[in-house]
Structure formats: C-alpha cells, structure tokens
C-alpha cells in the first residue's frame, strides 16, 4: 500500500479477479430488485368499484361487459375475475379450481428473479471466502519465497488484500438477501388480495339475483 487511505476503488482493485463476478451478482440483483418491485407496484393497484361494477354486471346477467371491464382493468386480480367469469355455470368447485390455477400462474410471473436473488444471498459470501482463501495463500507463498528477507509486510499485504473479498461477498449476499425478503413480502401482500378478491368474487356467485 503505497498510502494510509483507503478508497472504495482500490478496495475493488485490491481484490483480485473474484470481485468480477462479485460485480456482476450485485448488478444482477440490483436490477431484479427495480425491475421487480415495479412490476409488482403496478400487481398492487387497483380500483376499489371493481368489485362493485363487476356485481352490478353479473346480477344484470351481463356478463360480456364484466368481461370487457377485466379485460381493460388488466391487472393479477381483474385476470382472476375474467377466468371465474368464463366458467360461469360450471360446478362452483369447477370455478374456483380455474381461479386458483390463474393465481399461481400469476404469482409466479411475480416472483420471476427471485432465485436469482436467493442465490446471490447465498452465494455471494461463498465466493468472498474462496477469494480469501486464495489470497491467503498467495500471501503464505509469497512469504515462503521472501526466505531470509520475509517481514511482516508481505504478509500483512497479501492477508489486507485478501479480506477485502469477503467484505465484497458479505455486502452483496446481504443487499441480495434484504431485497428478496423485501419483494417477498410485496408478492405475499398481493396474494392476500388475490385471496380476498376470490372469496368475494365466490360469494358474487352465490348471491341471490336483485
């Protein structure tokens, strides 16, 4: 080290060839973590006289219009609403089965990436560690080979340089780790709503015509 300062662009220089993929894991798991939350973000919307035109609709027997109003609406719940409207006079348990397999289809379209995610938190460390060790014993040779002239500097250096990857791989696995915790937990929210709106859209059904 030729000062006593440290910068985040030497700590990245000083890392050797492990910080490359270290790099590219966390652009990787930067742009699942926007990408996804948008996408998500517009999943969660919705216009609270869905529900209500859609009843109105049904009970009038219309139901292209209701179709129609899925269709334009174009969000997760107003696609689980048009496949329960399609099999209208179908067995009940027959309406449901079809609404819930649109829901799965539709919460993984949501949780796209996340493995990605979940792999860089968990393989983000394991890569910093393998940097480590390498370092570590690029460090041990090189000390070996000073013989007679070997001081603590050639040691210090190579063990310095060697921890940085670590820190690298640490910090990637916990930004990867809290941004899958936190898009989990957005995809959990819009499950509940899916639920919430299936269940009213199951008892639209059962209800008596006005």
Known sequence: ME???????????DGGYIMIPLALLMLVAIYIFVERSLVISRA???????MDR????VHEGDIESAQNLCRKTDTPYSRLIQKGLSRIGRPMNDVLVAIEN???????NLTKGFSWLSTTAAGAPMLG???????????????????TSANIT??????????VT??????????ALFAYNWLVGRVNRVMNGLESKTMEFMDLLNEPSA
């Open 129 to 147: 560690f393998l940097g480590t060790v390498v370092g570590m014993i690029q460090a041990f040779f090189a000390l070996a080979s000073a013989g």
């Open 3 to 13: 000062n006593n300062t440290l910068s985040f662009w030497s700590l990245i220089m």
């Open 166 to 175: 670590t820190v690298a791989g640490l910090i990637v696995g916990i930004v």
């Open 154 to 163: 050639v040691l210090s250096s190579g063990i310095y340089q060697a921890l």
């Open 44 to 50: 969660s919307k919705g216009d609270k006289t869905f």
């Open 102 to 108: 649109t829901g799965n289809i539709e919460i993984a």
């Open 54 to 57: 859609i009843r109105e609709y």
